[in-house]
């Protein structure tokens, strides 16, 4: 009896390596096979509870991977992956001070854990603690970070305005790692904002290859209708919202399409639609107001532009309905506004137009400014037990 026992622990152990094979190779569901088969044959095993709850993660089963890390941590309390995947199940749900908590039982198990790392640093990215997110990622690099910590540092340079450095880091990811869609998506965002959209069409395209998600799809759309290829970008919108239905984001770029082809009762749809959903999102109502101003509803795209705040983009819109009321001086306070939040090109014309020697007389001849939002990925990085 004692002997089959033996025999069943060093099977199921083998099992594990093999799923372990499995997972590098891309085949999740023979891999998903073989960790059953192990955990029926030596239920008291923890890698293999741990590494089944990365492939539920994985699938989306959040509360099957919850369950399986816990055991496996109580299975063996020495081992920190449990731990780092749980945190990863809480922060993709939105529990950040759970996952900062897992963090840190897994890092006291293993100080030198750079998935620990990698996914601290993920978490610090939500919660916007940048400098600590900075610091993390790059001790997960210098323990030697799969690639996800490479990603998550170039989004935060993004968005810092270090693009070269950012690049660099999307390069030393996609070097790292081929596989990883998320690093082609991010350089694609670079090369959106550097102005070079064939090489940010070849990125995101790439991106969405490599099974990138809803990103790279709706960013994709989003760089079609900045290139008037209206059909071609709410195809990509749909596409991205079947993956992700409740998505604030995918839902106000395909409202953004809608808007460029005039199709203004499909963006009022799509909008209200997510005004519920997000009721303080200042890019809904800039958008919302712009379906009102063109359906001539004045007073309705005022109380819209003024809901979004500071946003540059309504600021300017504001300006063009207020210079159709006549109002020139308040229009040129609002353009004035809008350059100074976000220096906005289309904000510099308007002002410029309304107040030359000869100013236009129609509003329609100024540039509204739908707003769109391209979507960066930051990365967490899932601990496999061997």
């Not at 063009?320 to 506004?337: H, L, N, P, T």
């Amino acid at each position: 009896m004692k002997k089959n026992k033996t025999e069943n622990i060093k099977h199921a152990q083998e099992l594990n390596r093999q799923a372990c094979h499995h997972v590098s190779q891309g085949q999740l569901g023979a891999a998903q096979v073989a960790l059953i088969e192990a955990i029926q044959l030596a239920p008291n095993l923890a890698a293999p509870h741990t590494n089944l709850g990365v492939l539920h993660c994985w699938a989306g089963e959040l509360d099957e991977a919850i369950a399986l890390h816990l055991k496996a941590s109580r299975l063996d309390s020495s081992l920190s992956a449990p731990h780092t995947n749980l945190a990863v199940v809480y922060a993709w749900q939105g529990q950040l001070d759970a996952a900062l908590h897992s963090l840190n039982a897994a890092l006291e198990r293993n100080p030198n854990s750079a998935e620990a790392h990698t996914n601290l640093g993920f978490v610090y990215i939500c919660s916007g603690e940048l400098d600590a997110a900075i610091a993390a990622s790059k001790e997960a690099i210098r323990l030697g970070d799969g690639g996800e910590a490479q990603l998550n540092l170039g989004l935060i340079y993004t968005w810092q305005g270090r693009l070269e450095e950012a690049v660099a880091c999307y390069k030393k990811a996609i070097e790292t790692d081929s596989t990883l869609a998320e690093p082609y998506n991010n350089l694609g965002l670079v090369y959106l904002l550097q102005g070079d959209f064939e090489q940010a069409t070849s990125a995101f395209q790439t991106s969405i290859e490599l099974h990138g998600g809803e990103e790279p799809h709706t960013n994709l759309g989003l760089l079609y209708s900045w290139q008037e290829k209206h059909d071609e970008a709410i195809a990509l919108h749909k596409e991205a919202l079947n993956m992700a239905p409740d998505s604030v984001e995918v839902q106000l770029n395909l409202s953004f399409a809608y808007i460029c082809q005039n199709r203004l009762d499909e963006a009022k749809v799509i909008l209200t639609r997510v005004h519920r959903i997000a009721p303080d999102f200042a890019e809904v109502h800039t958008n919302l107001g712009i379906v009102h101003f063109r359906q001539d509803r004045l007073a309705a795209a005022i109380a819209s532009y003024q809901k979004a705040g500071a946003l540059a983009e309504a600021r300017n819109n504001l300006g063009v309905v207020y210079y159709q009321q006549g109002k020139r001086d308040a229009a040129i306070a609002e353009f004035s506004a809008a350059l100074e939040a976000d220096d906005l090109a289309a904000a510099r014309a308007n002002l410029s137009m309304i107040t030359a020697d000869v100013p236009v007389e129609n509003a329609t001849d100024l540039q509204i400014m739908p707003v769109g939002i391209p979507m960066g990925v930051p990365a967490v990085w899932c601990e496999f037990v061997a």
